[in-house]
């Protein structure tokens, strides 16, 4: 008996694995599964890549926006990180301006945001979708947009970031009043009164942080006024229900009474 024990103990300690082999076969493990998940990410970057080109061929140095559009449509579609977005975007244009894109890469190449703007910057007279200043001061002038302070300052700074580098720079020393200029009156007004520069008498600020957090302020109130109307509304029936259960009420007493006095009147006869 105890010669079997002792030979079934010695069995199971023969197939214990031996922890440098472990790791090795962790490791091991742990590369496939990276392998793998790259395999994955490689594919899906070819994928949307060729979905570009199907769909507006490659880059040729018109219509950058145009182009963008459609490239960062298939590329977050595909979940393609902004770093290989800047990667491949050298492969989805044409041989002959390669070189130009690549010089850009390695200059703007370390942020999609960055990147995006240096091509529109140097593609900007091929690009029939181009924002000009004239186009935007126009939109500026433009009255009764009818548009929320935070819809306003997405749209300000979307056409805003389509203008060339040399109109960015001929507009910025002005950009607070061309926002406030671009605000209907009465939002124009409540902006107004966010953005006084206390160190200058009946001035208003310079500075772009002070009129988004103006514009984070406004929202902030307006969703306070939005959810006071909604509380309002669901309190007034319950108002108007406790009013008339106390009419109601009233009525009942006044009731009783009469039968107290119909029923005294009766007890006399």
């Known amino acids: 008996m105890g010669g079997v024990s002792g030979g079934g103990s010695s069995k199971g300690q023969g197939m214990h694995m031996d922890p440098s082999i472990a790791s090795m076969f962790q490791a ?3 590369s496939m599964q990276q392998q793998q998940s790259n395999d994955r990410k490689e594919a899906l970057a070819t994928k949307a890549l060729q979905a570009v080109i199907n769909k507006i061929d490659q880059f040729d140095g018109r219509n950058i926006s ?17 770093k290989k977005m800047v990667e491949l975007f050298g492969l989805a244009t044409i041989p002959e301006i390669r070189d130009h894109i690549t010089s850009i890469m390695d200059r703007y190449g370390n942020s999609w945001e960055v990147f995006l703007h240096a091509l529109k910057d140097k593609y900007f007279l091929e690009d029939v979708d181009r924002i000009t200043k004239k186009l935007f001061l126009e939109w500026i002038e433009r009255p009764n947009k009818n548009l929320q302070a935070t819809k306003l300052l ?24 061309l926002f406030l200029q671009a605000a209907d009156g009465e939002l124009q007004g409540k ?4 953005l006084e520069d206390k ?6 600020t310079t500075k772009w942080k002070n009129v988004e957090d103006a514009v984070g302020l406004l929202t902030k109130r307006e969703r306070r006024k939005d959810r006071s109307n909604i509380l309002k509304t669901v309190q007034a029936p319950k108002a108007l229900l406790q009013y008339e259960v ?24």
Not at 247 to 267: G, W
């Open 28 to 30: 091991f493990s742990l």
């Open 66 to 82: 145009r182009y963008l559009r459609c490239y960062v449509r298939e590329m977050e579609l595909n979940r393609i990180s902004k």
């Open 154 to 177: 997405r749209e300000f700074e979307r056409q805003y970031s389509q203008l060339s580098k040399v109109e960015k720079l001929t507009l910025e020393p002005n950009k607070v009043d």
């Open 191 to 194: 902006l107004e009164l966010l």
């Open 199 to 204: 160190e200058v008498d009946e001035g208003l």
């Open 246 to 269: 106390q009419q109601v009420e009233k009525i009942l007493l006044s009731l009783i009474q009469f039968m107290h006095i119909l029923l005294r009147a009766n007890m006399k006869l």
